[in-house]
């Protein structure tokens, strides 16, 4: 097997952690941020420990507590498939914090008077956010949602902290057998190309919202 083929095994594996915890961490900080703005305080409180808390503690750390937790507190036997399983939800714990605090900074900068004109002209709560305030979110935090997205891809190499074989691993391994720092050359590469696509990918998507301005 050559070493582009071995490297784009272990980036599958990559793309695998990349795409799981987007599909999780989307909806769940979304969650967290209105749970975080919510008016009951008990709720607002623990909001804000869960962002303070997965901000302010390393992503590797959190993989090792939420591998180990379940054997050490719980007595529940670590299976093959554990490591995998902590990876993933460490991962979407973590960014869903900080897609948290990204909502929440685009719903507060929305100008109040714009809630009070939506009930003047009879929209509901639900109907004011889903098509006044959302499309204007949305467009506000594309830099900063495509900036964590793109950290999502190079955090996706912290996974081999607890064994979890993805590119980086692998680029590890060729570069201790074949004493060459190639591997880590190629795998940078794929890391650049991926990222660019996904730059590619937002700039397209905030030109088709320039058709709205502030």
Do not use: C
């Amino acid at each position: 097997m050559t070493m582009v083929s071995m490297l784009g095994g272990g980036f599958l594996v990559s793309l695998q952690i990349f795409a799981f915890t987007l599909v999780g961490s989307l909806p769940l900080g979304m969650l967290v941020a209105f749970a975080r703005m919510s008016r009951v305080k008990p709720l607002a409180l623990l909001a804000r420990l869960y962002i303070s808390l997965m901000r302010g503690t390393p992503l590797m750390l959190q993989m090792f507590a939420i591998y180990f937790v379940p054997y050490y507190v719980f007595g529940i036997d670590l299976s093959p498939d554990s490591k995998w399983q902590a990876t993933i939800v460490a991962f979407i714990v973590n960014y869903a914090a900080y897609f948290a605090e990204i909502y929440r900074s685009g719903i507060q900068s929305i100008p109040r008077g714009q809630y009070e004109a939506a009930e003047v002209l009879g929209y509901s709560g639900a109907q004011t956010f889903m098509r006044i305030v959302l499309p204007q979110v949305v467009k506000r935090i594309m830099p900063a949602m495509t900036n964590e997205i793109i950290t999502l891809v190079k955090d996706t190499s912290l996974a081999f902290s607890i064994g979890v074989i993805e590119m980086f691993t692998v680029a590890k391994q060729l570069v201790a057998s074949q004493v060459s720092m190639l591997p880590f050359m190629i795998a940078a590469l794929f890391y650049w190309v991926f990222n660019l696509l996904i730059e590619l990918a937002a700039s397209r998507v905030e030109r088709k919202l320039s058709y709205y301005h502030d």
